[in-house]
Protein backbone atom coordinates (compact mmCIF):
# COMPACT_ATOMS: atom_id res chain seq x y z
CA UNK A 1 0.00 0.00 0.00
CA UNK A 2 1.52 3.40 -0.62
CA UNK A 3 2.84 5.21 2.17
CA UNK A 4 1.01 9.01 2.72
CA UNK A 5 3.68 11.93 2.72
CA UNK A 6 7.07 12.57 4.47
CA UNK A 7 5.98 15.51 6.20
CA UNK A 8 2.70 15.79 8.49
CA UNK A 9 -0.07 17.02 6.25
CA UNK A 10 -0.73 20.26 7.58
CA UNK A 11 -4.99 20.73 7.10
CA UNK A 12 -4.43 24.30 7.87
CA UNK A 13 -1.61 24.93 5.08
CA UNK A 14 -2.18 22.48 2.29
CA UNK A 15 -0.07 22.58 -0.78
CA UNK A 16 -0.15 25.64 -3.15
CA UNK A 17 -1.98 24.71 -6.05
CA UNK A 18 -2.53 27.47 -8.79
CA UNK A 19 -2.30 25.48 -11.75
CA UNK A 20 -5.40 23.23 -10.54
CA UNK A 21 -9.04 23.44 -11.61
CA UNK A 22 -11.44 21.49 -9.26
CA UNK A 23 -15.14 21.35 -9.32
CA UNK A 24 -17.19 20.48 -6.01
CA UNK A 25 -20.42 20.07 -6.38
CA UNK A 26 -22.88 21.43 -3.57
CA UNK A 27 -20.17 23.66 -3.61
CA UNK A 28 -22.64 26.87 -2.04
CA UNK A 29 -23.12 24.74 1.11
CA UNK A 30 -22.11 22.45 4.32
CA UNK A 31 -18.80 20.45 3.76
CA UNK A 32 -19.19 21.30 0.11
CA UNK A 33 -18.49 25.32 0.62
CA UNK A 34 -15.75 24.42 3.32
CA UNK A 35 -13.92 22.12 0.78
CA UNK A 36 -14.15 24.83 -1.86
CA UNK A 37 -12.89 27.78 0.46
CA UNK A 38 -9.75 25.33 1.55
CA UNK A 39 -8.81 24.71 -2.37
CA UNK A 40 -9.27 28.39 -2.96
CA UNK A 41 -6.98 29.21 -0.21
CA UNK A 42 -4.13 27.07 -1.80
CA UNK A 43 -4.81 29.22 -5.84
CA UNK A 44 -6.67 26.86 -7.45
CA UNK A 45 -9.28 27.60 -9.72
CA UNK A 46 -12.62 26.18 -8.00
CA UNK A 47 -15.82 25.92 -9.53
CA UNK A 48 -19.19 25.56 -7.45
CA UNK A 49 -21.72 23.14 -8.72
CA UNK A 50 -24.89 24.29 -7.48
CA UNK A 51 -28.78 23.67 -8.17
CA UNK A 52 -29.40 27.30 -7.03
CA UNK A 53 -28.07 30.38 -8.68
CA UNK A 54 -29.00 33.00 -6.28
CA UNK A 55 -27.42 30.31 -2.96
CA UNK A 56 -24.15 30.23 -5.35
CA UNK A 57 -24.10 33.89 -5.70
CA UNK A 58 -24.13 34.03 -1.96
CA UNK A 59 -21.65 31.67 -1.57
CA UNK A 60 -19.02 33.63 -3.86
CA UNK A 61 -19.74 36.63 -2.28
CA UNK A 62 -18.71 34.94 1.00
CA UNK A 63 -15.97 32.87 -0.29
CA UNK A 64 -14.27 36.29 -1.98
CA UNK A 65 -14.83 38.07 0.91
CA UNK A 66 -12.80 35.20 3.08
CA UNK A 67 -10.07 34.49 0.50
CA UNK A 68 -8.58 37.45 -0.82
CA UNK A 69 -8.04 37.24 -5.07
CA UNK A 70 -9.99 33.71 -4.77
CA UNK A 71 -10.62 32.36 -8.22
CA UNK A 72 -14.15 31.10 -7.93
CA UNK A 73 -17.08 30.61 -10.25
CA UNK A 74 -20.11 28.82 -10.51
CA UNK A 75 -22.32 26.42 -12.60
CA UNK A 76 -25.58 25.38 -12.45
CA UNK A 77 -25.93 21.39 -11.32
CA UNK A 78 -28.79 19.75 -10.44
CA UNK A 79 -28.14 15.98 -10.22
CA UNK A 80 -31.33 15.04 -9.67
CA UNK A 81 -32.38 16.26 -13.60
CA UNK A 82 -30.34 13.23 -15.34
CA UNK A 83 -31.17 15.00 -18.58
CA UNK A 84 -29.64 18.01 -17.67
CA UNK A 85 -26.15 16.64 -17.03
CA UNK A 86 -24.30 16.13 -20.32
CA UNK A 87 -24.47 20.18 -20.70
CA UNK A 88 -22.36 20.88 -17.80
CA UNK A 89 -19.06 20.31 -19.56
CA UNK A 90 -19.94 22.51 -22.19
CA UNK A 91 -21.37 25.21 -19.27
CA UNK A 92 -17.89 24.60 -17.80
CA UNK A 93 -16.31 25.45 -21.50
CA UNK A 94 -17.93 28.66 -21.34
CA UNK A 95 -16.12 29.19 -17.93
CA UNK A 96 -12.75 28.86 -19.75
CA UNK A 97 -12.97 25.24 -18.38
CA UNK A 98 -11.13 23.04 -20.82
CA UNK A 99 -9.64 20.60 -17.99
CA UNK A 100 -10.13 19.39 -14.61
CA UNK A 101 -7.37 18.01 -11.75
CA UNK A 102 -9.98 17.01 -10.19
CA UNK A 103 -14.08 17.14 -8.89
CA UNK A 104 -15.09 16.24 -5.60
CA UNK A 105 -18.70 14.63 -5.94
CA UNK A 106 -20.38 16.16 -2.71
CA UNK A 107 -23.87 17.27 -3.05
CA UNK A 108 -26.33 15.36 -1.98
CA UNK A 109 -29.84 15.67 0.17
CA UNK A 110 -28.98 16.00 3.76
CA UNK A 111 -29.20 13.15 6.73
CA UNK A 112 -32.56 14.64 8.33
CA UNK A 113 -35.88 13.17 7.87
CA UNK A 114 -37.48 13.68 4.73
CA UNK A 115 -40.56 11.89 3.28
CA UNK A 116 -40.21 9.47 0.30
CA UNK A 117 -39.86 11.88 -2.54
CA UNK A 118 -38.83 10.92 -6.20
CA UNK A 119 -37.21 12.89 -9.28
CA UNK A 120 -39.20 13.76 -12.44
CA UNK A 121 -37.54 10.45 -13.64
CA UNK A 122 -39.33 8.54 -10.72
CA UNK A 123 -35.97 7.69 -9.08
CA UNK A 124 -36.24 7.93 -5.00
CA UNK A 125 -34.75 11.66 -4.35
CA UNK A 126 -31.64 10.89 -2.03
CA UNK A 127 -30.63 7.86 -4.17
CA UNK A 128 -31.09 9.69 -7.33
CA UNK A 129 -29.36 13.12 -5.99
CA UNK A 130 -26.61 11.44 -3.52
CA UNK A 131 -25.90 8.34 -6.08
CA UNK A 132 -27.27 8.39 -9.91
CA UNK A 133 -26.43 12.22 -10.32
CA UNK A 134 -23.31 12.26 -9.66
CA UNK A 135 -22.77 8.54 -11.15
CA UNK A 136 -24.30 10.26 -14.70
CA UNK A 137 -22.23 13.27 -14.04
CA UNK A 138 -18.88 11.35 -13.96
CA UNK A 139 -19.46 10.10 -17.40
CA UNK A 140 -19.80 14.05 -19.01
CA UNK A 141 -16.62 15.00 -16.46
CA UNK A 142 -14.45 12.31 -17.88
CA UNK A 143 -12.97 14.13 -21.12
CA UNK A 144 -12.45 17.43 -18.92
CA UNK A 145 -10.60 15.16 -16.22
CA UNK A 146 -8.82 13.42 -18.61
CA UNK A 147 -7.40 16.50 -20.73
CA UNK A 148 -5.06 16.81 -17.11
CA UNK A 149 -1.94 15.34 -16.45
CA UNK A 150 -3.49 13.12 -13.14
CA UNK A 151 -7.23 13.92 -13.38
CA UNK A 152 -8.86 12.68 -10.33
CA UNK A 153 -12.47 11.76 -8.60
CA UNK A 154 -13.37 12.15 -5.05
CA UNK A 155 -16.13 10.85 -3.87
CA UNK A 156 -17.48 12.25 -0.30
CA UNK A 157 -19.17 9.27 1.42
CA UNK A 158 -20.24 9.16 4.94
CA UNK A 159 -19.80 7.46 8.30
CA UNK A 160 -23.69 6.52 8.46
CA UNK A 161 -22.59 4.14 5.64
CA UNK A 162 -20.18 1.88 7.97
CA UNK A 163 -23.38 -0.06 9.45
CA UNK A 164 -25.18 0.09 6.36
CA UNK A 165 -25.81 -2.75 3.21
CA UNK A 166 -27.46 -2.26 -0.15
CA UNK A 167 -30.59 -3.81 -0.99
CA UNK A 168 -30.20 -4.57 -4.50
CA UNK A 169 -33.30 -5.65 -4.83
CA UNK A 170 -34.85 -2.50 -3.63
CA UNK A 171 -32.17 0.20 -4.34
CA UNK A 172 -35.01 3.03 -3.79
CA UNK A 173 -36.41 1.99 -0.93
CA UNK A 174 -40.07 1.38 -2.70
CA UNK A 175 -40.98 -1.51 -0.64
CA UNK A 176 -39.40 -0.25 3.37
CA UNK A 177 -38.39 3.29 2.86
CA UNK A 178 -36.85 4.90 6.76
CA UNK A 179 -34.71 8.06 5.63
CA UNK A 180 -31.98 7.59 7.90
CA UNK A 181 -31.21 4.15 6.09
CA UNK A 182 -32.41 5.37 2.56
CA UNK A 183 -29.74 8.23 3.17
CA UNK A 184 -26.81 5.48 4.43
CA UNK A 185 -27.17 3.55 1.85
CA UNK A 186 -27.43 6.33 -0.87
CA UNK A 187 -23.85 7.32 0.23
CA UNK A 188 -22.82 3.61 0.35
CA UNK A 189 -23.73 3.28 -2.92
CA UNK A 190 -21.92 6.52 -3.93
CA UNK A 191 -18.84 4.87 -1.94
CA UNK A 192 -19.35 1.47 -3.84
CA UNK A 193 -19.29 3.52 -7.10
CA UNK A 194 -16.32 5.59 -6.34
CA UNK A 195 -14.20 2.12 -5.72
CA UNK A 196 -15.75 -0.03 -8.52
CA UNK A 197 -14.94 3.05 -10.78
CA UNK A 198 -11.16 3.45 -9.98
CA UNK A 199 -11.21 -0.33 -10.96
CA UNK A 200 -12.29 0.23 -14.49
CA UNK A 201 -10.45 3.39 -14.82
CA UNK A 202 -7.15 0.91 -13.75
CA UNK A 203 -8.66 -1.90 -16.73
CA UNK A 204 -8.91 0.66 -19.67
CA UNK A 205 -4.98 2.17 -18.90
CA UNK A 206 -6.42 5.92 -17.60
CA UNK A 207 -4.60 8.24 -15.64
CA UNK A 208 -7.83 9.46 -13.99
CA UNK A 209 -7.93 7.99 -10.36
CA UNK A 210 -10.98 7.69 -8.42
CA UNK A 211 -10.75 8.24 -4.23
CA UNK A 212 -13.16 7.62 -1.82
CA UNK A 213 -13.75 9.95 1.55
CA UNK A 214 -16.21 10.58 4.64
CA UNK A 215 -15.97 13.56 6.82
CA UNK A 216 -16.94 11.74 10.09
CA UNK A 217 -18.92 13.40 12.23
CA UNK A 218 -19.75 17.32 10.99
CA UNK A 219 -22.22 19.24 12.86
CA UNK A 220 -23.00 22.60 12.33
CA UNK A 221 -23.61 23.62 15.85
CA UNK A 222 -19.56 23.23 15.48
CA UNK A 223 -19.14 24.89 12.79
CA UNK A 224 -17.74 28.34 12.35
CA UNK A 225 -19.86 31.11 10.68
CA UNK A 226 -19.75 32.08 7.21
CA UNK A 227 -22.07 35.58 6.36
CA UNK A 228 -24.98 34.29 4.65
CA UNK A 229 -23.67 30.85 4.37
CA UNK A 230 -23.73 29.31 7.52
CA UNK A 231 -24.93 31.17 10.59
CA UNK A 232 -25.97 28.31 13.34
CA UNK A 233 -28.07 30.00 15.94
CA UNK A 234 -26.38 30.64 20.23
CA UNK A 235 -28.62 27.56 20.83
CA UNK A 236 -27.24 25.48 18.18
CA UNK A 237 -23.80 26.14 18.95
CA UNK A 238 -24.43 25.46 23.18
CA UNK A 239 -26.83 22.68 21.85
CA UNK A 240 -23.76 20.85 19.92
CA UNK A 241 -20.75 21.99 22.60
CA UNK A 242 -20.59 18.50 24.19
CA UNK A 243 -20.50 16.57 21.00
CA UNK A 244 -16.97 18.19 20.59
CA UNK A 245 -14.94 15.39 22.71
CA UNK A 246 -16.50 13.26 19.61
CA UNK A 247 -17.08 14.84 16.47
CA UNK A 248 -16.43 17.76 14.70
CA UNK A 249 -17.47 21.18 12.68
CA UNK A 250 -17.97 20.65 8.85
CA UNK A 251 -14.94 22.63 8.61
CA UNK A 252 -13.16 19.78 9.34
CA UNK A 253 -15.32 17.49 7.71
CA UNK A 254 -14.06 18.95 4.72
CA UNK A 255 -10.33 18.20 5.56
CA UNK A 256 -10.45 14.24 3.50
CA UNK A 257 -11.54 15.55 0.79
CA UNK A 258 -9.23 18.37 0.06
CA UNK A 259 -6.03 16.61 1.02
CA UNK A 260 -7.79 13.84 -1.47
CA UNK A 261 -7.72 16.68 -4.29
CA UNK A 262 -4.24 18.03 -3.38
CA UNK A 263 -2.03 14.99 -1.51
CA UNK A 264 0.59 13.73 -4.55
CA UNK A 265 1.07 10.93 -1.70
CA UNK A 266 -2.91 9.66 -2.24
CA UNK A 267 -3.72 7.20 -4.58
CA UNK A 268 -7.03 5.28 -6.20
CA UNK A 269 -8.89 2.91 -4.41
CA UNK A 270 -8.40 4.12 -1.39
CA UNK A 271 -10.68 5.28 1.44
CA UNK A 272 -9.60 8.92 3.75
CA UNK A 273 -11.60 9.78 6.74
CA UNK A 274 -10.49 11.62 10.04
CA UNK A 275 -8.32 10.01 12.36
CA UNK A 276 -9.94 9.93 15.50
CA UNK A 277 -12.18 6.71 15.45
CA UNK A 278 -13.35 7.98 12.11
CA UNK A 279 -15.11 10.57 13.47
CA UNK A 280 -13.11 13.27 13.94
CA UNK A 281 -9.67 14.82 13.21
CA UNK A 282 -7.01 15.30 10.73
CA UNK A 283 -7.25 12.84 7.68
CA UNK A 284 -5.77 9.63 7.34
CA UNK A 285 -5.70 6.24 5.13
CA UNK A 286 -8.17 3.98 6.32
CA UNK A 287 -8.36 0.66 5.65
CA UNK A 288 -11.57 -0.10 3.35
CA UNK A 289 -14.45 -1.26 5.10
CA UNK A 290 -14.93 -5.00 4.93
CA UNK A 291 -18.08 -4.79 2.78
CA UNK A 292 -16.94 -2.68 0.58
CA UNK A 293 -14.28 -4.53 -0.56
CA UNK A 294 -17.20 -6.96 -2.31
CA UNK A 295 -16.19 -6.21 -5.84
CA UNK A 296 -19.53 -8.76 -7.48
CA UNK A 297 -21.89 -5.50 -5.04
CA UNK A 298 -20.38 -3.05 -6.65
CA UNK A 299 -20.64 -4.42 -10.08
CA UNK A 300 -23.96 -5.35 -9.93
CA UNK A 301 -24.78 -1.56 -8.43
CA UNK A 302 -22.81 -0.42 -11.42
CA UNK A 303 -25.13 -2.48 -13.67
CA UNK A 304 -28.37 -1.46 -12.33
CA UNK A 305 -27.12 2.70 -12.07
CA UNK A 306 -26.49 2.30 -15.71
CA UNK A 307 -30.31 0.87 -16.13
CA UNK A 308 -31.62 3.58 -13.88
CA UNK A 309 -29.94 5.95 -15.47
CA UNK A 310 -29.24 5.40 -19.33
CA UNK A 311 -26.04 6.40 -18.99
CA UNK A 312 -22.80 4.58 -18.70
CA UNK A 313 -19.10 6.24 -17.60
CA UNK A 314 -17.26 3.54 -18.80
CA UNK A 315 -18.83 5.08 -22.30
CA UNK A 316 -16.08 7.90 -21.61
CA UNK A 317 -12.96 5.86 -21.19
CA UNK A 318 -11.88 5.43 -24.25
CA UNK A 319 -11.02 9.61 -23.77
CA UNK A 320 -10.09 9.17 -20.14
CA UNK A 321 -6.71 7.69 -21.07
CA UNK A 322 -5.30 9.91 -23.23
Known amino acids: MPTTTAQPWDVHRPPRAEDRTVLVTGGNAGIGYFTAEQLAGTGATVVLGSRNPARAAVALDTLRSRVPDARVRAVR ?165 PAAVLVQGKHAGAWPAVRAVLDPAVSGGQLWGPRVFGLRGRPRLEPLWPHLTDTAVAARLWEASVRLTGVDPADGLGTAGT
Open 77 to 241: LDLADLPSLDGTAAALGSLGVDRLDAVVLNAGVALDDPPRAETGAGHELMFATNHLGHFALVRWLLPLLAAAPAGRVVTTGSFAAKTERLDLADLQSRTDYRPKRAYGRSKLAQMYFGLELDRRLRAAGSAVTSVVVHPGGALDGLTPARRRVHEPAAGTRLGSA
